[in-house]
């Protein structure tokens, strides 16, 4: 017991005297991201699965894009099951000469059968809970709505022909859905009223739900009678296997930033091996001494890991508490995206953190710690009998393991956690040698230089292992905050910029039939400049030679997104404009039964020029031959399909149109008299839509951002780790410098110099592998256009190395405030 | 008074009243008290005494790298009591050269280079050709390229003794300069170390526990306890 106070009073004068001070930030900083983590991810994984009934609505629904069959109904209510359906599409509103695209959700009268509406009656903002949605002739609103069509309760909305009385503001709904269409503001409004709209017609896109709840076992025995007959267009979904999936852009920003969390440990726990190796080489005396009096290794090597052991539980602790405030923050940053209410956090997750302190406490300080075990006797007498390196499989053999089952923990896949530590340790090894390559380079050169800049690069080169890792840390993590900064502004702003100043800005969808000639009467009239109407029929592609088409796609590809969801076919009679032939003919003459394929769909499905594509629409199937492969610009603003059928194959099919066209700023009001005139037309006007996946895009970077900022945090550590390693050889040689002359004013600009070169140099390395990054991203999965950012080339290298040189200078600062005289002293 | 301005502008330094004292804990501890000192150009003194007796804190004073608590202190008729750091600093940079009982190399500089430094912190051009010359002149002619921990301390030490002589400093100040070698070495530098202070007719201040490197000074002064005897 005494031994072990012994260390607890070591730890608190070490403590106090600020020797712990980097460990613990370090400490604190990969704790708390990775208690955040783990919280939110938690959070949301339970959430999303305790609320599965809820997220559904029900215990049962069954999507579609028609009304079902009306035995269907019967087959339910014969098992007692309760059922409500709502009918959700988008629709534009005006109020006020203002519009806005709306996603309308008409609901009938047992709604919600799971959960609770949650409604708002002023600007107040008091909640309060309702069990039915709107009667019939009211709706329900987004309080976004209100403010951009310049509504007051009790105001009339017109939703298609039908006026509306607005009477609450809704502020939650149990079953939102999570894609992107769901962040376009809501109207709630009562199925009743939706005939009177106009809006609903044949081939409209609308998506159905039918929810049903009842006895565990009726539900299971419905769903088997349901199954066999439903067409692929239809899917049924029971709470207790299909667990509602997060938007595939949230699920890629919490990989993302399970991915991140892993660098801003990686990154500290290059602070912490830093730190430690100070801690230990200051304590190589101590420690001589006290094997002098008489411990033995193990005693020695008990007495500093049971302080590292209580460091690591104090800082730990406190980290854990740190990350619950960080992962409330994120939730915060993400509330528009995340359901309303997430369910709470478990002792678990909070404990993971804390674990995540103690593993990488455990595997990054204990190799340099073990040295102390080494210290010789002797050294009371022999100062310079320093005890050997640790070795390096130890140090780089737990680094790895540690961050193996950390990503191992985030990704629950073994193949991708080796694929992302093969990338990791390949990439690290060849900046590495970048950085190494770089530093000789300079180290070469130093002789021509003046004295001022071989004293500020020798700071550099003192120590080519703490500064190989102190560029490293700046520059990924600049690189991962530079990556997420550019995609989010490049994806829009390439793509609005390469537009033709003319192009289409404005979609017409659910264009019926019997409207296509008035339509075209009025852009002529109106001086619209309008493309092509071509007629669409929702469909789904279901087998390619007779083997169903699941069979045939590799996860997240461009054919997996096509199989799984209705295509838009249509037909022409000649091959449109900005479209391509790359394989096969055109149909010349009236040839029912073909069908040309985009490319590079084809491609990712294995679809070649006489295959034979099932497709069907709503309960009905047909064949069709591949007759030509087609590539086609997706960026022309222009209707386009990766299914084109020879005329007549299509025919037996309820169609709408779809054009696409130009209104000027000027001409914008015209847009409201075409709503007004066609209400069973939708109009996506696509700076709204921009505008709104913008928001999306900054939201999520945000997050991302929020966890970035902890690992630039971390590389400060190491920033701050590596310079007071050398802190006491500095101080030396300052003094010694200025014993012979050296103003101040030398030796600030000299670690100027040093401290700048860090900065630009690890800045130009981030640069350079973003926009390297950046161009396989874009050239490769994107297709858009890249530009390489000159600005950034100028601005983050001279940002870094202004920050890393206020810091640095900072934690140097003794070497010029230090007198000479240190130097007779220290003999 | 004639007289002693005569003295202040004749001799390389000179001390009225020099003192220095600390405040610790326990009060106001005396590290120096009533130092007067004539030190003429050309001469050599060693300075001998007890550990702590304040032979370092004489000579941190004299060389300028810390402040007296009163009294003055004159180099070449200069008082540096009342400038600051960087002025003092200049100062030792034109006058001054040091040898350090451990050495004191750069670590991070080869041994031509840190001949070079005190020639290249004066802004001096030829530093290169000056410094090779020196090395030549102690024996390290195949050394130049080669880093301190590379070098034997006596090779160290001939490096450290370039590097005090290649300014031709006024006045050097050596530390205890054989200290941390074994005799045979310890002789070697203490002759090339006179041999060289003649070449260049430095005044020669050293700190020394030997009595008989003391005697080879032209005079000795002894401190104990803060004070001249």
Excluded at chain 2, 139 to 149: E, I, N, S, V
Aim: charged share 15%.
């Amino acid at each position: 017991m005494s031994r072990f106070n012994l260390a607890l009073r070591l730890l608190w004068r070490d403590s106090r005297s600020g020797e712990l001070t980097l460990l613990i930030l370090a400490l604190l900083i990969a704790v708390s991201s990775s208690t955040a983590i783990a919280l939110f991810s938690e959070r949301l994984q339970s959430t999303m699965s305790q609320q599965a009934a809820e997220l559904l609505g029900a215990d049962l629904v069954i999507t579609s894009p028609e009304f079902i069959a009306p035995a269907w109904l019967e087959q339910a209510q014969q098992l007692n099951l309760i059922s409500a359906h709502t009918v959700e599409f988008h629709s534009v509103l005006i109020e006020h000469d203002e519009l806005i695209l709306a996603s309308i959700k008409a609901i009938s009268d047992t709604y919600p059968l799971r959960g609770v509406l949650k409604i708002s009656e002023g600007d107040a903002g008091v909640e309060s809970i309702v069990h039915q949605g709107p009667e019939p002739g009211t709706a329900w609103l987004d309080r976004r709505l209100l403010s951009v069509l310049k509504l007051k309760l009790g105001d009339t909305l017109a939703v298609g022909e039908k006026p509306l009385l607005v009477t609450k503001i809704i502020t939650y709904e149990p079953d939102k859905k999570g894609d992107f269409f769901s962040f376009s503001p809501r109207v709630m409004m009562n199925n009743l009223d939706l005939l009177a709209t106009g809006i609903l017609q044949p081939g409209s896109q609308v998506h159905y739900y039918f929810q049903f709840i009842g006895a565990a076992q009726a539900i299971v025995e419905y769903k088997n009678w349901l199954k066999p007959q439903l067409n692929p267009s239809q899917r049924v979904m029971d709470s207790r296997e299909n667990r509602p999936e997060l938007s595939s852009a949230l699920n890629r920003a919490e990989r993302y930033l399970g991915l991140s969390s892993i660098l801003v440990i990686l990154i500290a726990g290059v602070a912490i091996a830093m730190a430690t190796t100070r801690y230990t080489e200051r304590h190589f005396d101590a420690t001589a001494l006290l094997r002098c009096l008489g411990l033995k290794q193990q005693e020695i090597l008990w007495l500093y890991s049971s302080q590292f052991v209580v460091l690591g539980l104090v800082a730990s602790a406190v980290g854990s508490a740190l990350g619950y405030c960080a992962q409330v923050g994120l939730f915060y940053i993400l509330r528009e995206l995340l359901p309303q209410s997430i369910a709470p956090a478990s002792i678990g997750s909070l404990f993971f953190g804390f674990i995540i302190g103690m593993v990488v406490l455990l595997g990054f300080a204990l190799p340099p710690l073990l040295r102390l075990k080494q210290v010789s006797a002797l050294r009371v007498l022999r100062r310079e009998l320093e005890p050997r390196q640790p070795a390096v499989w130890l140090v780089y053999g737990l680094a790895t393991s540690l961050i193996s089952l950390i990503i191992y923990k985030y990704t629950h896949d073994l193949k991708m956690t080796v694929s992302v530590l093969g990338v990791g340790i390949i990439s690290l090894i060849v900046l590495g040698l970048l950085i190494m390559g770089l530093l000789k380079l300079i180290q070469k050169r130093l002789d021509g230089m003046s004295l001022l800049w071989r004293l500020g690069l020798q700071g550099l080169l003192r120590n080519n292992r703490a500064s190989i890792s102190q560029i490293l840390a700046f520059s990924i993590t600049l690189v991962a905050m530079l990556l997420s900064f550019n995609v989010r502004n490049d994806i829009i702003d390439d793509w609005q910029q390469q537009l033709p100043k003319d192009a289409p800005n404005h979609f017409a969808l659910n264009i019926f039939p019997n409207q296509v000639q008035d339509f075209k009467e009025d852009f002529k009239q109106q001086h619209i400049l309008g493309s092509e109407f071509y007629p669409v029929v929702r469909g789904r592609l279901t087998a390619i030679n007779q083997i169903a088409v699941q069979k045939r796609v590799s996860k997240d590809s461009q054919g997996d997104n096509a199989i799984h969801r209705d295509l838009s076919l249509t037909w022409t009679e000649s091959l449109p404009n900005e479209n391509k032939l790359q394989a096969g003919e055109w149909w010349v003459r009236l040839q029912p039964g073909l069908v040309s394929v985009e490319q590079k769909l084809a491609e990712s499905l294995g679809i070649k020029l006489g295959d034979s594509l099932a497709f069907t629409v709503g309960s009905q199937q047909f064949n069709a031959r591949v007759a030509s492969i087609r590539s086609l610009r997706w960026d022309t603003m222009k209707p386009n399909f990766y299914m084109v059928f020879s005329p007549g194959t299509l025919d037996a099919y309820p169609s709408t149109f779809i054009t696409s066209f130009y209104l000027a700023e000027s001409q914008k009001e015209l847009l409201n008299a075409l709503v007004k005139k066609y209400p069973s037309t939708t109009i996506l006007e696509v700076d709204l839509i921009l505008q709104q996946f913008k928001t999306l895009l900054t939201q999520l970077t945000q997050a991302i951002n929020f966890l970035l900022y902890f690992a630039l945090m971390a590389g400060f550590i190491v920033l701050m780790a590596a310079v007071y390693v050398t802190l006491d050889q500095r101080i030396v040689e300052g003094a010694l410098m200025r014993t012979m002359g050296a103003n101040r004013r030398l030796l600030r600009a000299a670690q100027l110099i040093e401290f700048s070169v860090l900065g630009l140099l690890s800045g130009v390395l981030a640069v350079l592998m973003s926009e390297l990054i950046l161009f396989a991203l874009y050239s490769q999965v994107l297709h858009i256009s890249y530009h390489p950012s000159f600005y950034l080339w100028l601005l983050v290298p001279l940002f870094n190395a202004i920050l890393i040189s206020l810091v640095g200078c900072w934690g140097v600062r003794q070497v010029l405030n230090k007198p000479p005289l240190l130097i007779l002293r220290g003999l | 008074m004639k007289t002693q301005i005569n003295q202040v502008t004749n001799s390389v330094i000179v001390t009225e009243g020099l003192a220095k004292s600390v405040l610790t804990s326990e009060g106001v501890l005396h590290i120096l008290s009533s130092i007067d000192l004539i030190i003429k150009s050309g001469e050599s003194i060693a300075i001998v005494g007890e550990s702590g007796s304040g032979k370092s804190t004489l000579i941190s004073l004299l060389a300028g790298l810390d402040k007296p608590s009163s009294g003055a202190i004159f180099l070449n008729g200069k008082s540096i009591t009342m400038m600051d750091e960087d002025g003092r600093a200049a100062l030792r940079n034109q006058l001054i050269g040091f040898v350090f009982q451990s050495f004191q190399l750069l670590p991070g500089l080869t041994a031509l280079e840190n001949v070079m430094l005190p020639l290249e912190l004066r802004g001096d051009k030829t530093a290169k050709a000056a410094a090779t010359a020196l090395l030549h002149r102690v024996g390290l002619a195949q050394r130049l390229t080669h880093a301190p921990k590379q070098l034997s301390g006596g090779e160290q030490q001939r490096v450290a003794l370039a590097r005090a002589f290649v300014t031709r400093p006024a006045i050097l100040f050596a530390d205890e300069p054989t200290g941390n070698l074994d005799s045979k070495t310890g002789a070697n530098i203490i002759e090339l170390l006179f041999e060289l202070n003649q070449e260049n007719r430095t005044t020669l201040i050293l700190v020394t526990h030997d009595h008989a490197l003391a005697a080879r000074c032209h005079r000795t002064i002894r401190l104990e306890a803060g004070c001249l005897v």
